[in-house]
Structure formats: C-alpha cells, structure tokens
C-alpha cells in the first residue's frame, strides 16, 4: 500500500492545503512489516495538482491514500480519479499519522484551517 504525507518543507509536520504542498513523505508500506524510510518528493509549481493538467507521469500517481491536514473538495475529487482516497488529519507529526492509519485506528479531527473556505470557493469553478 502506498501512502503520501504533504509535509512542512522541514518534512516534519503534516501540511495542509494539500492541493498547493509542494514537500511528500511516499510511503510504500506493507502489512506486518516494518515502516521503511519514505521517499522524499518535492513537487515543482506545474506539478501542484491545483495547477497540474493531467497530461503525463506525476510523482503521486498510484498512490493508494494521500495524508494531509486540509484539502478542498476538487483537490479530494481529483484524487478519487488517481484512485486515492483523501484522510484529513488534526495529527501534526507524519509518522504518527501513518502509524495509526496502519492500525486501523481512528485519526484526530483536523485543525483549524481558513483557507479551506478559500478552496471550497474555488472548487465550485473547478475544473475537477
């Protein structure tokens, strides 16, 4: 199973505005197996998926779940079309996030985020 974490560019807390995170933690993990480094991506600004067009590779594609503390709804319903499910979490350190999602346990709420709102007005003339 692979999982992507948006981080801080300091790759050490879970981001938010998944859409504009331009620092990934890849994950390729299996179960009963131990957590191994992750992959570190940083995306260029055409690679964004605000801004990235779907015309060729992108370093997220095949991605089983994309972790981050906030996301619009067009940037969640791209993502169902790469077949990745969106989990928004409140946790801030990115292996925790991973640890609980392997368990099966329940994430914590996310965090306040205004710009949020912001992407849920642009989702409604989003092209996804």
Not at 12 to 36: M, N, R
Not at 54 to 64: A, E, I, N, R, S
Not at 117 to 125: G, I, K, P, T
Request: proline share 5%; glycine share 8%; aromatic share 6%.
């Amino acid at each position: 199973m692979k999982i992507a974490v948006a981080t801080h560019a300091d790759w050490g807390q879970v981001s938010g505005h998944a859409g504009k995170a331009h620092h990934w933690l890849l994950f390729d993990c299996q179960p009963g197996v131990e957590i191994v480094a992750p992959l570190r991506v940083v995306l260029s600004d055409a690679q964004l998926p605000h801004n990235f067009k779907d015309d060729g590779p992108h370093p997220l594609h095949g991605v089983d779940f994309v972790v981050a503390a906030s996301a619009g709804d067009g940037y969640i319903r791209h993502m169902q079309k790469w077949g990745a499910q969106v989990l928004l979490t409140g946790e801030a350190e990115p292996l925790a996030a991973l640890r609980k999602i392997l368990a099966g346990e329940a994430l914590p709420d996310t965090r306040i985020d205004v710009t949020t709102a912001l992407c849920r007005l642009r989702d409604l003339f989003s092209r996804h």
